[in-house]
């Protein structure tokens, strides 16, 4: 007598086998709603774009107003003077020629005297800004031509002008009157065309 109750049975059994190692065998699906490696990956912030200087203050910078040294092999001359109104501040400019680079000192004075000669200069104003602008030689050292002595510049708000009093033992004062005597400055270089810059604070009342 035959069992033919069984046959299905192991038909049964081999189905589920082969879909056993089919299981076994594919890759493994993906969770649902799982993203990618690469669609998971986070873009990179956006780059804070760095705030402008404010052109109605000078920066906080303890030396803005340091001194400096010349460099070794300068030889320079003043070529040029000029005075400008931006907003928030006076500037001037020292134009230079020569090789090297300058050094310079600046202070505050009551009035503006003049060495060798002690002459006093009228610059108007209710103080004085004294630029030293050290490292500078003859013209007939420098072979640059030198912008002649006593030459004045209009001011603009708080400089009420400004004046190069000549070159003398290897360096020359540049006088800036000012309307305000305590007024915040800051001093640096500029290169191509070299040149000494001082900006002046106007009052912000």
């Known amino acids: 007598m035959t069992a033919p109750a069984r046959r299905p049975l192991l038909a049964g059994t081999a189905a589920a086998a082969l879909v056993l190692l089919a299981a076994c065998g594919g890759p493994e699906p993906a969770a649902p709603g799982s993203p990618s490696p690469d669609a998971a990956t ?68 009551a009035a503006a005297v003049e060495d060798p000669t002690g002459d006093t200069l009228d610059l108007g104003g209710e103080g004085v800004l004294a630029v030293y602008v050290t490292g500078l030689g003859y013209p007939y050292d420098t072979g640059v031509e030198e912008l002649p002595a006593g030459t004045r510049t209009p001011g603009g708000t708080v400089v009420t002008g400004a004046e190069f009093t000549g070159t003398f033992e290897g360096q020359t004062q540049v006088f800036l009157g000012l309307t305000d005597p305590e007024a915040p400055y800051r001093v640096f270089l500029l290169q191509d065309p070299l040149r000494l810059v001082v900006d002046v604070q106007r009052s912000m009342a």
Request: hydrophobic letters at 30%.
């Open 42 to 109: 986070s873009p990179a912030p956006a780059a804070t774009p760095a705030p402008s200087p404010s052109a109605t203050a000078l920066p906080g910078d303890p030396d803005a107003g340091a001194d400096a040294e010349p460099s070794a092999d300068a030889r320079l001359t003043v070529t040029g003077l000029r005075t400008g109104t931006h907003t928030g501040y006076d500037r001037v400019v020292v134009d230079l020629g020569g090789v090297g680079t300058p050094g310079w000192h600046v202070e505050r004075q």
